[in-house]
């Protein structure tokens, strides 16, 4: 029953920045974690970035470490990507999604392991 929505997406030059938000339903509800994934064009979904809600431990692929950044909301289900030196390989349609409990294991990069997904908001990153 989580409803899920990102923003922020848009067209972006080499180099630039963008801030991407993702905002969960029932605002009193403490998710284990909330992540983003990205789809580019004939690709699967891949890991970007997560945090876990108590701790706001963080995990993130190799390819963004450095330029990208998840944080979340002291008190609202709110999770924010911000992404910085942006490549045209960035782009792809990026998707938030809520893991609302632990199932023993410590990762946060399986996507099946994440309950609910929002609609995804698209960022474009031209050469």
């Known amino acids: 029953q989580v409803q899920v929505v990102e923003s922020g997406g848009g067209l972006v030059q080499a180099g630039g920045s963008l801030r991407l938000s993702c905002a969960a339903s029932?605002?009193?509800?403490?998710?284990?974690?909330m992540g983003w994934f990205r789809q580019a064009p004939g690709k699967g979904r891949e890991f970007v970035a997560a945090?876990?809600?108590?701790?706001?431990?963080?995990q993130y692929t190799d390819s963004v470490k450095g330029r990208f950044t998840i944080s979340r909301d002291n008190v609202v289900n709110t999770v924010y990507l911000q992404m910085s030196s942006l490549k045209s390989e960035d782009t792809a349609v990026y998707y938030c999604?809520?893991?609302?409990?632990?199932?023993?294991?410590?990762?946060?990069?399986?996507?099946?392991?994440?309950?609910?997904w929002g609609q995804g908001t698209q960022v474009t990153v031209s050469s």
């Open positions: 999604g809520v893991r609302l409990r632990s199932d023993g294991r410590s990762g946060l990069s399986d996507g099946e392991r994440y309950d609910s």
């Open positions: 029932a605002r009193t509800f403490m998710p284990y974690a």
């Open positions: 945090i876990r809600w108590n701790s706001r431990t963080t």
